[in-house]
């Protein structure tokens, strides 16, 4: 087995704390002896044993810790060197005497930043950097972009008719929004929304589908809510503000913020803050308390191309039906201008992935 199929089984591991890791990035580990994996671990929730911890008991379980001196340890990212919640990786590496470590990448954390390969280098371990580098950084880009741009990750997602429409023009709630998608992409929907930290709509969303943006279809945990109310006209008995089945964060404008929080103060699901622009949003969302690396955003045309005009946004996961908006529509339920047109992509847009059956492609913007 060659190194870079020791380092997909890293990537395999390190992708079983999707739903669990965060805030702390995505690892994986594997331990070799002679050409045979001896023990194996990866990240399983914050704060808990890291990758390389978990592989070494592993190895030590199965009767194999007298052999670590004898093997290599490849990990997806770089050794911790700090003490945090847990004890520094690298130094356990050192202690058991392991001779040999390949990374996938460099973690860009400030508290290590190549100070774990230095401090193995400095205790004689022979050190290997960069074996599919470009798919580790990928499987970690929430972590790192957090790390690099003090921002969330941001996950544009929206469903639109074959003639490119997000939605006809409904006078209220009182018309319901048309289904586009059928059960299987609604699976796969509530699967992300498990796997990202937060899921952001507008006031127009908000107001007209009443969401409650939570995990039904698939088990996980429901991301924070996060509602854009600048003017502070949403009532309070909407599912965000009311139903008690995850936090929300309701962003108003400055001015309206006091009387947000009078308004909110006998919930402590609903925090209340004050922004001016897209970019206040994401920097108060990547801080403390709300710590979220990724974001969807399922608003509507407004919100989403306010994201794009600004170009906070890294990835577009858009559905396409096959039926057009007039045929989603009864015509005199909807007061008929033609539809409300999707956003467009701009050039910087390119296609990653796409998946027919349910309608599906995946852009990614490229730097």
């Known amino acids: 087995m060659t190194e870079e199929r020791y380092m997909c089984r890293c990537l395999e591991l390190a992708a079983l704390g999707a739903r669990s890791a965060s805030p702390n990035p995505m690892v994986g580990c594997v331990i070799v002896h002679d050409g045979r994996i001896i023990g194996e671990g990866w990240h399983r929730r914050c704060g808990e044993a890291h990758a390389e911890v978990n592989a070494v008991a592993d190895a030590e379980a199965r009767g194999y810790g007298d052999r670590l001196p004898e093997s290599t340890l490849y990990v997806s990212l770089e050794p911790c060197s700090h003490w945090g919640r847990t004890p520094p990786c690298a130094e356990l590496i050192v202690a058991r005497r392991i001779p040999r470590v390949v990374v996938g990448c460099i973690d860009s954390y400030c508290e290590v930043s190549g100070r774990g390969v230095a401090r193995l280098r400095e205790a004689g371990v022979e050190v290997r950097v960069g074996v599919l580098e470009a798919e580790c950084l990928h499987l970690n880009r929430r972590f790192f972009t957090a790390q690099n741009c003090g921002r969330p990750y941001v996950i544009l997602k929206w469903a639109q008719t074959s003639d490119g429409c997000l939605d006809a023009v409904r006078p209220g709630p009182e018309v319901a929004a048309a289904w586009m998608t059928g059960p299987a992409a609604r699976v796969l929907v509530h699967r992300w929304r498990a796997e990202e930290d937060a899921i952001l709509v507008g006031t127009e969303t908000a107001r007209l589908d009443d969401p409650s943006l939570t995990v039904r279809a698939w088990e996980g945990r429901n991301p924070l809510r996060v509602v854009l109310d600048r003017r502070l006209s949403l009532p309070e008995g909407l599912h965000l503000f009311s139903d008690g089945a995850a936090r929300t964060v309701l962003f108003t404008s400055p001015e309206r913020c006091a009387e947000a929080r009078t308004r909110f103060a006998g919930r402590s699901e609903v925090a209340v803050e004050g922004f001016e622009t897209l970019a206040d949003v994401l920097r108060v969302l990547a801080g403390v308390p709300y710590r979220v690396q990724s974001l969807i955003v399922e608003g509507g045309r407004r919100v989403l191309e306010s994201f794009i005009g600004a170009g906070l946004w890294d990835e577009a996961r858009v559905f396409t039906s096959s ?45």
Do not use: I, T
């Open 323 to 367: 039926l057009s908006v007039r045929e989603l529509y009864p015509v005199e339920a909807v007061r008929w201008s033609g539809g409300v047109a999707a956003p467009l992509l701009p050039p910087e847009a390119q296609l990653a992935d796409e998946l027919p059956a349910v309608g599906l492609r995946v852009y990614e913007k490229q730097s």
